[in-house]
């Protein structure tokens, strides 16, 4: 695959998928990629290596390819590939962060070869079962008609492919960290994330699995945030 830029006719710029920048709250439906690239870079930048070794370790993936949807800036794709030497797609209907996704890529030597659609996750630009991993982290609360996400998710995964979507702030160490340095910009910062981004309960998501008729899919909340998994 060669780096590349998709765009998806019906793309609209993404609800805000991750924290809203420093001192600023987004309005809904808008977001502002620059100020997002720059947490995901400096705050949360220890996020990404931390969930990819540990969706590594449960998928036992060793070869084959990655779909981060709702990728942002691929931050997660990026620490995957990084780690695996997967290849790698990433998709996110924003410009912005397709943009971003662009630079981060080709910043880094990976082995593996990226490509970057530009799409929504309720269709996924990619055929059936062509991807052996898909990963996503903070985007999942805005997706809307969760059971065609998921039904798309599972669409592309090859036979014993592995997905792992959700979101958090890693260990109870990690999210200290984050929520001081976070807060030292606004001290109210941790409480306008509560306002501005969805929360759902493990129901919500249960209940989508099950419209979506996807087989063994577990939904788990802790200590490091809410995740959704299953195997093709």
């Known amino acids: 695959m060669q ?8 793309s609209k710029p993404e609800a805000f998928s991750g924290p809203e920048n420093l001192g600023k709250q987004p309005r809904a439906n808008t977001m502002d990629a620059h100020s997002y690239h720059a947490i995901a870079t400096g705050p949360f930048a220890p996020l990404y290596p931390y969930y990819a070794g540990q969706i590594l370790a449960k998928a036992g993936v060793t070869s084959g390819c990655c779909l981060d949807v709702g ?3 691929g931050y997660l794709g990026l620490a995957v590939a990084e780690m695996s030497g997967l290849d790698l797609y990433l998709l996110d209907q924003s410009a912005e962060m397709v943009a971003i996704a662009q630079t981060n890529v ?5 082995s593996g070869s990226v490509e970057i659609m530009q799409g929504v996750v309720q269709a996924i630009p990619l055929p059936e079962q062509s991807v052996d991993l898909v990963v996503s982290r903070g985007s999942i609360p805005f997706w809307d008609n969760l059971p065609t996400a998921f039904s798309e998710i599972h669409r592309v995964l090859k036979p014993g492919g592995y997905a792992c979507v959700g979101g958090g702030l890693g260990t109870a160490e990690m999210r ?16 306008k994330q509560r306002h501005s981004i969805p929360h759902h309960d493990e129901s919500h998501y249960a209940d989508a699995l099950r419209a979506a008729a996807i087989p063994g899919a577990t939904v788990t909340r802790g200590e490091t945030g809410t995740w959704i998994e299953f195997r093709k």
Do not use: K, Y
């Open 176 to 191: 200290e960290a984050i929520l001081r340095e976070m807060r030292s910009h606004d001290p109210q910062w941790h409480a």
């Open 106 to 110: 080709s910043e880094r030597a990976l």
């Open 3 to 10: 780096a590349c830029t998709t765009p998806c006719a019906d």
């Open 71 to 73: 990728c942002g800036g």
